[in-house]
């Protein structure tokens, strides 16, 4: 999976993301995809913005997330996801990356 087709994905997800108030940054080794979940619809960007929760990883983990190659826990635990804000919102971001 390329960062276009993951941001792709994570676009199409977010038409039908429920609003959570909050906003969330994926911080990639390609660049940040910016999610904010405050409006009615959830809007996908590249802005480098402060968000409630900002992921650490690359998009090869998140793909291995994903299609469940790696356990979330064992991704934290082994550093390849670094996890800074809301825990919470963070576990609901597997909607949008499914």
Request: no cysteine; hydrophobic share 40%; glycine share 8%.
């Amino acid at each position: 999976m390329t960062f276009q087709e993951l941001k792709a994905g994570i676009e199409k997800a977010a038409e039908t993301a429920p609003k959570q108030g909050k906003s969330i940054k994926l911080q990639l080794d390609e660049g940040p995809i910016y999610i904010d979940m405050t409006e009615d619809q959830a809007r996908v960007s590249e802005e480098d913005k402060e968000a409630d929760t900002v992921i650490t990883t690359t998009v090869d983990v998140l793909d291995q997330l994903r299609t469940g190659q790696l356990n979330p826990m064992m991704a934290m635990m082994s550093g390849k996801v670094k996890i800074k804000g809301d825990m919470g919102l963070a576990m609901k971001l597997q909607g949008l990356l499914s």
